[in-house]
């Protein structure tokens, strides 16, 4: 009888080593123990207010780097560049009887400095909430069609190799602006391996710039580590 009560004491002791280790491993899973706190990722955006007027989503890619206050707490800087899309009608409405624009390039880039609350952190299945302000800025390019000279060029292997002229794109106008904006947004993290996790964020940004300020969802996807 006492040996059937040991091996159960040991049994229920095996268990409990096991499941207090799979619990610790659960609450550490998604690495918010670690000081600093990194995310990677890249998803698409959405121009959103008088922006979809003017501009069409396209991709957009996400790097943050921070620190754990607490489990629950984060504080990070983001940068975060955007690439936007034109319509042909916008630039038909741009167009004069003596320039004419054949393509527009669009992006948008901002440094942010967030904060992030968790909610379970112990969780596989983080949910978070973001928020926290910038600088913004955007940059315009409109080019024409064209041929362009391309100079002489020294190669270590074959000497000089001569320029000419090829189809390429001349610049016809280009603008920046620059300024304050905002962010709030909120995210899942799914832990995987290792203290990294999964996540995906949605955010709303509003830009304050000359002109028409820009606002937009953008929808990442990533690695946080």
Not at 9 to 25: E, H, K, Q
Not at 52 to 78: C, D, H, M, R, Y
Not at 130 to 136: H, K, N, V
Not at 202 to 215: C, F, K
Request: glycine share 12%; with cysteine; net charge neutral.
């Amino acid at each position: 009888m006492r040996k059937i009560l040991r091996v159960r004491a040991c049994s229920v002791a095996v268990f409990s080593l096991i499941a207090l280790t799979w619990a610790a491993g659960a609450s550490w899973a998604g690495g918010y123990y670690h000081k600093g706190t990194f995310m990677l990722g890249g998803g698409f955006n959405n121009p959103v207010g008088d922006a979809s007027n003017f501009l069409k989503g396209s991709g957009s890619i996400f790097f943050a780097a921070g620190k754990n206050l607490t489990p629950k707490t984060a504080v990070q800087i983001e940068y975060q560049h955007n690439w936007f899309d034109v319509s042909q009608e916008v630039l038909d409405r741009a167009a004069t009887d003596s320039t004419s624009f054949d393509n527009a390039h669009v992006s948008m880039w901002s440094i942010c400095l967030n904060g992030i609350y968790r909610i379970h952190p112990e969780k596989d299945i983080v949910p978070w909430f973001t928020g926290g302000i910038g600088y913004y800025k955007r940059n315009i390019m409109l080019t024409q069609n064209a041929l362009i000279y391309y100079p002489p060029i020294w190669d270590p292997w074959w000497g000089w190799i001569d320029g000419g002229w090829s189809p390429g794109e001349a610049i016809s106008g280009q603008r920046s602006d620059s300024g304050a904006g905002f962010n709030v947004g909120l995210g899942l993290d799914l832990s995987i391996d290792s203290g990294a996790s999964l996540f995906v964020d949605a955010r709303y940004h509003r830009a304050y710039l000359d002109g028409v300020d820009v606002q937009m969802i953008p929808i990442m996807f990533g690695v946080r580590w």
